[in-house]
Every structure is written in C-alpha cells, then in structure tokens.
C-alpha cells in the first residue's frame, strides 16, 4: 500500500493566518491527490482533488500543489469555519489511502 | 443534486456479519463516471477506505479486508451495499458511504454516515 504522511499532525493558527499542510507519499502518485476537511461528526468533504483543482463550492482561499510525492495545502486565510481536521488521500492505486489527518485548532 | 443515505443495524455481534446499505437519490446510481464507495472510520482515528463497486458489478476491495468483504449493487433499487464477515471489536467504526467521481478518482459525494458497533 502507499503510505501518505501528513505533517503537522496539529497545527494552532488564528483568524486570517496563512496556513499550510503538507502531505508526502511513499511512492510516486503524479497528481492524484485530493484532500478533505471533516467537522466533529460530520462526514469528510471534498475541497481539493488532483492535487490542484478546486471543488465546485469551495472558497478559493483553499489552493493545492505539488506532484510526484510531495504536496500541500494551503489557506490563505484562515476563517473561523475552517477549524477542523484534513486529510490528504492517494487515489493513484487501490488501495486508496488516507494521511492521518491534520488538526487545526484555534 | 445527488444524495447518498447509510442504513443497517447499528449493533453486530462478534463474528457476525455487518450488513449496511448506501441508497442513493437525485441521480441515477447506473452508468456514468463515478464508482460507489464504503469508507470507515474507527472513533478519534483516521479514514480507511474499505472498496469500491461500478455499476457493471465489479468491485476493487482493500487487500486488509478483502476476505471478508462483499460489495454490490442494485441498479434497479439505485442501492449499493457492503458486507463484511467475522466481525470483530476492530471493525466498530463510522461507516460512510460515497461517490467516487472520476475526475481524480476523488469521493465528492458522501452519506452521513452510520456507525456500527460489534458488541455482544
């Protein structure tokens, strides 16, 4: 399986930061990366997917990059609805698999 | 716009099996660019992606669980369901359904998810 390693695990940033999160794959997965963002007992939602593009509905302050192995989301600046949890996900292979997650506290 | 909805029992007993259905809504579940998905996630940790099915029938599980796992479909219900076998405490998670778009293989509609414990 191809591992995806998010970094920070936390993160502690404040109302219009400018925040980024890193994800690394074990192995080359050219673009297909997506990202996510999940609220205490909600359900993942969709912001990013290969690795630049930008869901339909979702501010443009969330941007993604990168290629290959390394990327990154950024949020140019934080609201106080983008408190929660992100996760990158690989959809290069199956399995499919997630980082960790990122938490982003106030 | 395209809704997906998470049913089955809420309990299993240890080495049972866990029976869950995804109905979806506002769309048709036939054809098209997109597989149906299950996903779970144990309470506090992360996602695990648990397979996938296309309309035609043919699935892509996890090799973690893939002798347990059974993912079909039903056009003509617009339903997609999962089972997995010989559950144990391990498999107590957030189950959710979702749709796979195929711009990037990404999951860009998802249930709300329904969460089954194994306990007896």
């Known amino acids: 399986d191809i591992q995806m390693t998010q970094s920070p695990s936390s993160l502690s940033a404040s109302v219009g930061d400018r925040v980024t999160i890193t994800c690394r794959a074990s192995q080359s997965i050219n673009n297909f990366l997506n990202w996510y963002q999940q609220k205490p007992g909600k359900a993942p939602k969709l912001l990013i997917y290969?690795?630049?593009s930008l869901q339909s509905g979702v501010p443009s302050r969330f941007s993604g990059s990168g290629s290959d192995t390394d990327f990154t989301l950024t949020i140019s600046s934080l609201q106080p609805e983008d408190f929660a949890t992100y996760y990158c996900q690989q959809s290069y292979t199956t399995p499919q698999t997630f980082g960790q997650g990122t938490r982003l506290e106030i | 716009q395209v809704q997906l909805q998470e049913s089955g029992p809420g309990l299993v007993k240890p080495s049972q099996t866990l029976s869950l259905t995804c109905t979806v809504s506002g769309g048709s579940i036939n054809g098209g660019s997109y597989y149906w998905s299950w996903i779970r996630q144990p309470a506090g940790k992360g996602l695990e992606w648990i397979g996938r099915v296309y309309s035609s029938g043919n699935t892509n599980y996890n090799p973690s669980l893939k002798s347990r796992v059974t993912i079909s479909i039903d056009t003509s219900k617009n339903q997609f369901s999962l089972k997995l076998s010989s559950v144990t405490a391990a498999d107590t998670a957030v189950y959710y359904c979702?749709?796979?778009?195929?711009?990037?293989?990404?999951?860009?509609?998802w249930g709300q998810g329904t969460t089954v414990t194994v306990s007896s």
């Open positions: 979702a749709r796979e778009n195929w711009s990037g293989y990404s999951s860009d509609v």
């Open positions: 290969s690795a630049s």
